[in-house]
């Protein structure tokens, strides 16, 4: 397959929709980010890196960070995950407080806020600062010992992080939050503003694409059969209350961030990353949902 290629034709064909959307303005260190820009690499299982744009430049990852602690969850303590957050799209935006007190403060799924701040607190109950073997996950999965948090957009979030707190303070009331909030909400402030770019960031999905094994190492992130559901996970949650709209046009398990990044798999195949910052009203990169859209009818892949 020529992805290189391809994301030639793709950076030309979404030059337009660059303009499309606006920053997420809510953290004020983001709403500073130039919002024109735009990057795209695909890592392939064989090592070949296919970039284009911006793919070098480092961003917030924001809710894609959200993927990553689910896996170190997992890895801690299994399916015991799944009795404090569930498995269901949400059909609600991310920060949504709806649902939490019909369903007794247990979220719909681990990719929507409230569901990331219990898995947040498993990992406050796991590691002695939970926002730093996030960190350390991602640094070995891209193999880049630099990655880490941006400490600006760590304290600009946290200082807006209202909702959150009123998610985590309302969980706690139902017995679903085990650690203080505080500590709770400074470790998800800092594990969102972990700074990657798109060669990275398709890197370190590559375990997803590879049967839960890292490629070049060998070593088993997750067992085969986990990998399958957080990959279905993924597809049908991943991208907030536009995951089936976006399933029906792109086809791939994948994850997004306010921060305008959104990660990929194609199974069997390859990592993928896209970043530009200006977003839809979901909260999805829209020049980047129209690169991965692209992608999978440029080169017929997608797990359909």
Not at 36 to 64: N, P
Not at 66 to 92: C, H, I
């Amino acid at each position: 397959m020529d992805y290189g290629s391809a994301l030639e034709q793709i950076r030309e064909a979404i030059r337009a929709q660059r303009d499309e959307g606006r920053v997420a303005g809510y953290i004020p260190e983001l709403a500073q980010v130039q919002p024109d820009q735009f990057g795209m690499s695909v890592v392939t299982l064989e090592g070949q890196v296919h970039s284009v744009g911006q793919a070098q430049v480092r961003f917030s990852i924001q809710s894609i960070s959200k993927l990553f602690a689910l896996v170190l969850a997992l890895q801690s303590e299994g399916d015991e995950v799944w009795t404090r957050v569930g498995r269901e799209p949400s059909g609600s935006p991310f920060n949504s407080l709806v649902q939490l007190e019909h369903e007794e403060g247990k979220p719909r799924n681990p990719f929507i806020n409230a569901g990331a701040l219990v898995i947040t607190d498993i990992l406050c109950s796991r590691f002695a600062v939970p926002e730093n073997a996030v960190a350390e996950f991602l640094q070995k999965a891209c193999r880049n010992p630099a990655v880490h948090y941006n400490e600006r957009v760590a304290r600009s979030e946290r200082m807006h992080c209202d909702r959150n707190a009123a998610m985590a303070y309302f969980m706690k009331s139902f017995g679903n939050l085990r650690n203080p909030v505080e500590k709770v909400l400074d470790a998800y402030c800092r594990q969102c503003a972990i700074e990657m770019n798109c060669e990275e960031l398709a890197s370190a999905v590559m375990f997803l694409a590879n049967g839960g094994r890292v490629p070049w190492s060998g070593e088993v992130v997750l067992g085969s059969s986990m990998t399958k559901r957080l990959s279905a996970l993924m597809l049908t949650c991943g991208t907030y209350e536009a995951a089936g709209d976006f399933a029906f046009r792109v086809g791939l398990p994948a994850k997004s961030g306010v921060g305008g990044g959104i990660v990929a798999v194609i199974p069997g195949e390859c990592g993928i990353c896209v970043w530009s910052p200006r977003l839809d009203e979901a909260g999805n990169s829209s020049a980047g949902s129209a690169a991965l859209e692209l992608l999978t009818t440029l080169t017929g892949r997608s797990v359909f």
